[in-house]
């Protein structure tokens, strides 16, 4: 019944703007948590941005802060990742996820192993390259 719907990845040029979104069903996101994870090729899945559910609180994992901003509409059911100055490290398959609400975003995006749904929705590949 829940759904995680991601999408708005492509390819970009080093330097360029994107903004992902996730479109949930089933279920309304002003009563969790939600962040956005990415796995790259051969690498482990890393917290990018999270959003606490009920303090209201974000968090951005250092490779990402000041580039990356995390936003959500209630109304919509929706959570945005507008993502600029984009680098090819930032290539990956990044992911939206429902987070427990009763934690702070830091420690929900960093233990999803302990604080994420089991709703991950199918990802968005992002690739930046020349």
């Known amino acids: 019944q829940v759904q995680l719907v991601e999408s708005g990845g492509g390819l970009v040029q080093p330097g360029g703007s994107l903004t992902l979104s996730c479109v949930a069903t089933?279920?309304?996101?002003?009563?969790?948590?939600i962040g956005w994870f990415r796995q790259a090729p051969g690498k482990e899945r890393e917290g990018v941005s999270c959003?606490?559910?009920?303090?209201?609180?974000?968090y951005y994992g250092d490779s990402v802060k000041g580039r990356f901003t995390i936003s959500k509409d209630n109304p919509k059911n929706t959570v945005y990742l507008q993502m600029n100055s984009l680098k090819p490290e930032d290539t990956a398959v990044y992911y939206c996820?429902?987070?427990?609400?009763?934690?702070?975003?830091?420690?929900?995006?960093?233990?999803?192993?302990?604080?994420?749904?089991?709703?991950w929705g199918q990802g968005t590949q992002v690739i930046v390259s020349s």
């Open positions: 089933g279920v309304s996101l002003d009563e969790y948590g």
């Open positions: 959003m606490g559910g009920t303090d209201g609180t974000t």
């Open positions: 996820t429902l987070l427990a609400p009763q934690s702070t975003a830091r420690r929900v995006c960093l233990h999803p192993e302990i604080y994420a749904y089991d709703y």
